[in-house]
Structures are given as C-alpha cells and as structure tokens.
C-alpha cells in the first residue's frame, strides 16, 4: 500500500477502509472480544480522532469502560495510521 501522502492516495485509504468496515461485518467467523475491542477502537481512532467523551459512569458497564479504554489506549495515533491497522487487521481476520 502506497503512503497516503497526496489528496488521491487519501481518497483510495479512505476507500480501502469503507471496503474494510463493510467486509468487517461478514467475516468468516466471529473475532474473539479482545479482536473486537481493538476493531472498535481503531475504527473510533480513523473516524473521530482520539477520544472525545467522558469516561462511563457507571463502574458496572464493563463492556463500555473496556471499549472506552481500548479507544482512549490510541490517544495520539493519527487517524491514516488506525485506518491502515484497521484494514490489515479485517484483511487477516478474512482469511
């Protein structure tokens, strides 16, 4: 994959990682919580950038702190970067 350095490798990244959320949703299998934890958080880091909310409040939602934390672990990463991992990560999970 080429360096998304100028306005078209961006467009084609950005491309590249559509194409990826939608095969992310009929994989083969289904990934195991920590895959899915760092599926979540890279596609936060590619969309949103580093993490924009508060904490859950509530101590019992382990699922929310888990995906808080996982999302919050990428504070930092530019968003190319997470897009890149996201679609590596759907590509070896598809095979």
Do not use: H
């Amino acid at each position: 994959m080429r360096e998304p350095n100028d306005k078209g490798n961006k467009m084609e990244l950005k491309e590249q990682f559509e194409q990826a959320v939608a095969d992310s949703k009929s994989l083969p299998e289904k990934p195991d919580n920590s895959t899915l934890l760092q599926l979540y958080s890279l596609y936060k880091q590619s969309t949103e950038g580093d993490v924009n909310s508060e904490p859950p409040s509530n101590p019992f939602d382990f699922v929310a702190k888990a995906k808080y934390s996982a999302w919050e672990s990428l504070k930092g990463k530019p968003s190319d970067e997470a897009m890149k991992e996201y679609i590596e990560l759907v590509e070896k999970l598809k095979n």
